[in-house]
Each structure stands twice: as C-alpha cells, then as structure tokens.
C-alpha cells in the first residue's frame, strides 16, 4: 500500500469515527445526516472519502441512505454512566436502570457450579448456585442477553422474587445489599445463536462482559456472562484528578 492509498484509508477511518459519534450521540436534528457535499466542506474531504465512511457507518446499521430523501440515523444508542451499569449508585430518573427495562425470561435451574464458575466465585466445584438467563429489553426491544450464576443462600432469596425490571431492581426487591461491581469488558461478533436472540444479523459487533458482584463482606455470589449490542449501548466514564480538589 503506497503513501497515498495509507492516507485515504486514515481519512476515511477519521471521518467514520467522527460520523459514527455524531449519529450515536444523537448530534442530527430529527436523525437528518449532513448531504454528502456538506459533509465534504465541513471536513474538507473528497466525495470519495466521504461516501466510503458513510458507507462503513451504513454497514453497521446505524444510518439508512434514501435516493432522493438523504441519509438519517436510525439508532439512537442508550448512554449509562459506568458507576450505573455497575449497581452501585442510585439511577439517575433518565437512566435505563430506573425501572425502564423489562426482563425476559429464558431460564432459572439451580444446578451445581460448573468448575470456570467455581473458581470465579471462590467456591468448591460443584457448589449449589443458581443459573438464571434472560434477555434485556428497553422499548420492547432486544439490547442484551445475560446468563447469571447466583451462590446460596442469595440464590433462594431471588428464586421467588418477581423479575420486573433490570437485575440491580430484583436484587433490591429480593432485599439483597452489594458492595462492588467488577466488570472485564471485551468484544465479540455476533454468532448465529446470539443473532438470533437479540434480533441481529450475524457478525454484528458486541460488547461482551463478565460481572462480579460482592455482598457486603466483599464475598463473591454473583457472576455474570453478559452480551449487550454494541450499537445500542454506550458506556460513559469521567474520572476526576484529586490533585485539583
């Protein structure tokens, strides 16, 4: 790849980013996309770099472009703050864990730990726990899928609990406190299983997680195996210096 062909591929990267981040962070009045020659005199770019990005964001489903309409966004992913996501901090009214996600329910089996889990949640293998899956859903759509592994004795509070909302609000109807949240956050494609779950077309990026959540003496009851779409969801992080306090 000569000189050139290095640098049209970083322009049209650039310009994917900052199309990708617009469209998410819902910068579009009414989700209408610049026309491709604005877009050119906004970034100084050519019409080729232009459409190429355009075409990538288009790629990932997150733009739709109509002859003779233009191009609108057709996803607006939901932001969360980090210490939110990790149950942690009371929700914020807006946020999707204030009771405005619904469960849907797959299974609930009490089983033996599996030897990966065990290990994970320090306990002997075999150790009784509770496997509970559902599918997230947040306007009756399909954002995510999550497999639980739940120790005793907490597993027998959630077992008759009503599953109403997302899983920090069952925790709390179950009358279960935590202390810490740990989350390893890695990438996924979207296999034909997972696909067909959440609604998606197979390959679709995801983010994947594993949670571990501690009770108030910092024991390990709760692990977590999560799938979330990576074009619905948007985890949002500031960190503050104490020097400047």
């Given at each position: 790849m000569g000189p050139v062909s290095r640098?049209?591929?970083?322009?049209?990267?650039?310009l994917r980013d900052i199309l990708r981040g617009a469209v998410q962070d819902g910068c579009y009045p009414d989700g209408q996309v610049p026309s491709e020659v604005e877009l050119m005199a906004?970034?100084?770019a050519s019409r080729g770099t232009v459409r190429a990005a355009l075409a990538l964001v288009r790629g990932e489903g997150l733009i739709e472009r109509l002859q003779g309409v233009g191009t609108h966004a057709v996803v607006r992913p939901v932001?969360?703050?980090l210490p939110e996501a990790h149950g942690v901090?009371?929700?914020?009214?807006?946020?999707?864990?204030?009771q405005r996600m619904q469960p849907h329910e797959i299974d609930r089996?009490?089983?033996?730990?599996?030897?990966t889990v065990?290990?994970?949640l320090a306990v002997p293998e075999r150790t009784p726990c509770l496997r509970w899956d559902y599918v997230a859903l947040y306007d009756e759509e399909p954002i995510a899928i999550a497999t639980n592994y739940v120790l005793f004795p907490e597993a027998k509070r959630l077992r008759h609990t009503p599953f109403v909302s997302d899983w920090y609000r069952l925790l709390e109807d179950a009358g279960i406190e935590l202390s810490?949240?740990?989350?390893?956050?890695?990438c996924e494609l979207a296999d034909p299983p997972l696909a067909s779950v959440l609604g998606?077309?197979?390959?679709?990026?995801?983010i994947a997680m594993e949670q571990i959540i501690y009770d108030r003496d910092g024991r390990p009851f709760d692990l977590a195996f999560i799938h979330t779409r990576g074009e619905r969801f948007r985890f949002v992080s500031r960190g503050h210096s104490k020097e400047l306090s």
């Open positions: 640098r049209r591929v970083h322009e049209v990267r650039r906004a970034h100084q932001k969360t703050p901090i009371k929700p914020s009214r807006q946020s999707m864990f204030n089996t009490v089983l033996p730990a599996p030897p065990a290990v994970r810490d949240s740990e989350f390893t956050f890695d998606i077309r197979e390959g679709a990026p995801l």
